[in-house]
């Protein structure tokens, strides 16, 4: 009988096993074959360099940049979209009046949740497109207009938004925009994500603390952050991922993808500039290789910090 | 030089996907594309063997079919239909099977080590880098297409073409590029709205300077510029510092040479910009290149430089009345070459190596040389072919303008190499150039950041250098 059943599994797994391992296992372990050549891209002969490609990489300047980038799209996303998508939560679950009904969300929480988690149906792609008409550097931007009719923009100095490399607190002015969109267009996944977390919280435990006293301030800090421990967890590594891509809204909205001047180089426009423009994928290989470990070794030490003792309800 | 007028906003999901999996942020797809480059198998031309002839210089087969990839950036793709028709007059039984897309390099690029098209008109922003192509010998040396007798005229192929045709698809010594388009570039302005005003077109800074502060009357900004993409600012730039100096301190810096940027008068040609950008003489906000071109439709801006494609690529929005008219880049006094303009031939044309019918890319291209198929680009993209005498029969305020600045000028052409052949540095200068105009670097400081980029990729021993000679 167990037999049968150790067959019946195996036949079940064969298949999809199979087809992971060719097309994502093996990919892999060909990228990082193709990050130990010099292979041009266009090609089909290539020269082993060994380590050469890992050694450049730690030379290059361009790669400095983009890594501090990256650095702060992930402190920043997860933590702004985290905490936006938390107080969210609370305003749409816990944060309204109590009645007879017991504990619930603000008036009208239902209306909000579609349209906060509006921005996760569109694509990313179509997301930067329509941020590009209201980041627009002149007075047909929806935010530059705005500002500009009733006075607290000049006409002739309009926001340059992601054309714009000055710092802000000491990082250039075109990544905060880009965060702004990157924490807009997450929000509302968490917050669907921390909602359904917070209505497994049973209600008779904010009925408690409220008796005992507890205001609002009280009950998130105290009962409802902590007993979503797991969920925040899981998305900090999520947001890590996409702290560490944010490709799309760097080569669609930044002049020059990466630009002005470099000011938002991130890892992946300087591989797919050193990929796709120079002609060298072994070298584009090796940041990929060195990203994906970086990433992997992030994610391992996130869940690891995080992990901590189940509390049962 | 090829540069064209390309859509840049259009990135459909699929093919960012497809980028951002190639450039291996998903390492998985990655991967799977770049499997899909290697191992391959050579393959065997099948179109040719058939008898050559005057009619058939490359012994095309009947009943061999060539597929042909045509950029349908600001040019369209109309014109290729054209010549589709001119080539299956000559060739009934070949069959041409025809299909446009902005996205060569996403949808051309994994085939190139296997399977390619035979023709492919390698242009837009998603091109494949040429001199990649070239030095991994994924694409053909067209030099027996120059000497192949012109379709629809006496003399070869080469004969047939404009000034510097040839030397803009030759690198190392062999020509690998047909460029179809001829495009020349300048100061633009609605002649219609000058003739109202009393105002002339300036033709040097200093007239220029004279007329901004009457056009700031007018509410207008003399000038706009694109200043997202920063090739467009470079193009200017550059012309200003071939009409200063001369041709050589262009060759010089296109040729990595030591100290070329420091040449005595390159500052002092730039200067003018850092001027220009100081005075605040820009139209506010950081537009690109649709954005700017539209400004200046609008009325908004005075000026705008770019190249001869803005007839076609804004066609939709000219509003009745507007001149559109080309002028030459200002120069100022004592310049070594005010006459050079800046013209080259662009939307270039390419011949895998690996296409399987080599001879029917070749016919093609001949047919699209003719001079029944230029006429039909002029008349159809209101720009210039690269074949001679295309634009003489096409009533176009912007066409004219642009033959007669042809003709005004001297025969030489300005044209720039080193974006061509060092992808660092056209990146660099293209940043530098938005800098400069964006007021963040002086004229000194720009010229001494692209020497400073120059020496780092003479130095580097895993760049290929290249020489220009002409």
């Not at chain 1, 050549?37 to 030379?59: E, K």
């Not at chain 1, 980041?135 to 607290?152: A, V």
């Not at chain 1, 990544?175 to 917050?191: N, Q």
Request: aromatic share 12%.
């Amino acid at each position: 009988m167990r037999h049968g059943v150790a067959r019946f599994v195996t036949g079940f797994l064969a298949l999809p096993v199979a087809l992971y391992l060719f097309y994502v296992v093996w990919p892999f372990a060909q990228a990082a074959g193709y990050s130990l050549t010099d292979w041009g891209g266009y090609s089909d002969s290539q020269r082993f360099v060994g380590l050469d490609n890992y050694v450049r990489l730690f030379s290059d300047e361009l790669i400095r940049k983009a890594f501090w980038h990256n650095v702060f799209f992930l402190v920043t996303v997860p933590l702004f979209t985290i905490a936006l998508a938390l107080f969210l939560a609370f305003l749409l679950n816990v944060g309204g009046r109590e009645d007879r009904a017991g504990i619930r969300g603000v008036f009208g929480s239902g209306m909000y949740k579609v349209i906060f988690f509006f921005p996760q149906v569109l694509s990313l792609v179509v997301i930067a497109v329509m941020w590009q008409q209201i980041y627009r550097t002149d007075g047909q931007g929806l935010i530059n207009g705005l500002l500009i009719k009733i006075g607290l923009v000049d006409a002739d100095n309009p926001i340059a938004f992601t054309a714009d490399p000055e710092p802000f607190l000491g990082v250039p002015a075109v990544l905060w925009w880009l965060l702004f969109i990157a924490v807009w267009s997450g929000a509302g996944f968490y917050m669907v994500l921390f909602s359904a977390a917070m209505q497994s919280i049973p209600k008779d435990i904010y009925e408690a603390a409220i008796l005992d006293g507890a205001g609002r301030f009280h009950t998130f800090f105290k009962v409802t952050l902590p007993l979503l421990r797991d969920s925040v967890s899981v998305a900090w590594v999520y947001l890590g991922f996409i702290a560490l891509d944010m490709y799309a809204l760097v080569f669609v909205m930044t002049p020059s993808q990466g630009g002005p001047n470099h000011a938002s180089e991130i890892f992946a426009s300087v591989i797919q500039f050193n990929a796709f423009q120079k002609g060298q994928f072994g070298y584009a290989c090796a940041i990929a290789v060195a990203l994906a470990i970086f990433t992997i070794l992030l994610a391992a030490l996130q869940l690891r910090i995080t992990r901590r003792e189940r509390i049962e309800f | 030089m090829s540069v064209s007028p390309e859509k840049f906003g259009d990135v459909s999901r699929r093919t960012l996907l497809r980028r951002a999996a190639a450039a291996g942020l998903l390492a998985a797809p990655a991967a799977g594309l770049l499997s899909a480059c290697a191992g391959s198998e050579p393959s065997k031309s099948d179109g040719g063997g058939a008898a050559k002839s005057k009619d058939n210089p490359f012994g095309v087969k009947d009943g061999s079919a060539v597929k042909v990839v045509v950029f349908n950036g600001g040019l369209g793709d109309q014109w290729a239909k054209e010549d589709k028709v001119i080539f299956n007059a000559k060739h009934p039984n070949v069959t041409v099977n025809m299909s446009s897309t902005q996205k060569i390099k996403t949808e051309e690029q994994p085939k190139m080590a296997t399977q390619p098209s035979d023709l492919v008109m390698n242009s837009g922003a998603d091109m494949m880098d040429r001199s990649t192509l070239i030095n991994e010998g994924a694409i053909e040396s067209l030099d027996d297409l120059l000497t192949a007798p012109a379709w629809d005229s006496e003399g070869t192929v080469a004969d047939s073409l404009l000034p510097g045709t040839v030397a803009d698809g030759t690198q190392n010594g062999k020509f690998y590029v047909v460029n179809v388009a001829y495009t020349v570039w300048g100061n633009w302005y609605n002649a219609a709205l000058f003739s109202k005003e009393g105002w002339t077109a300036p033709t040097t800074w200093d007239d220029f300077f004279a007329l901004a502060p009457k056009i700031k009357a007018k509410g207008m900004a003399p000038y706009v510029h694109d200043a997202v993409h920063g090739y467009y600012p470079r193009w200017a730039l550059f012309a200003s510092i071939w009409k200063a100096v001369g041709k050589q301190a262009v060759v010089d810096i296109d040729n990595l040479k030591d100290g070329a940027w420091k040449a005595d008068g390159i500052v002092a040609a730039l200067e003018p910009w850092e001027k220009l950008v100081k005075d605040r003489l820009l139209l506010p906000g950081k537009l690109d290149h649709t954005q700017s071109q539209q400004a200046f439709l609008d009325g908004k801006a005075a000026f705008i430089q770019v190249g001869t494609w803005l007839k076609n690529e804004m066609a939709a929005t000219i509003p009745p009345g507007f001149e559109m008219t080309i002028s030459d880049y200002w120069s100022k006094s004592g310049d070594k070459a005010a006459k050079d303009v800046f013209a080259s031939s662009g939307e270039g044309f390419v011949v895998p190596s690996k296409a399987p019918n080599k001879e029917a890319a070749k016919e093609f291209l001949r047919a699209i040389l003719s001079k029944a198929g230029s006429a039909k680009f002029a008349e159809l993209t209101k720009s210039l072919a690269s074949t001679k005498g295309s634009g003489d029969n096409v009533q176009d305020s912007a066409l004219a303008s642009a033959n007669s600045l042809m003709k005004n000028g001297s025969s030489d052409l300005i044209s720039v190499k080193f974006p061509d052949f060092y992808a660092d540095l056209d990146k660099e200068s293209q940043n530098l150039s938005e800098e400069l105009m964006a007021g963040r670097l002086t004229a000194q400081q720009f010229v001494d950041k692209m020497q400073a980029a120059a020496d780092k990729v003479a130095k580097d021993s895993s760049i290929k250098k290249q020489t220009r000679t002409a």
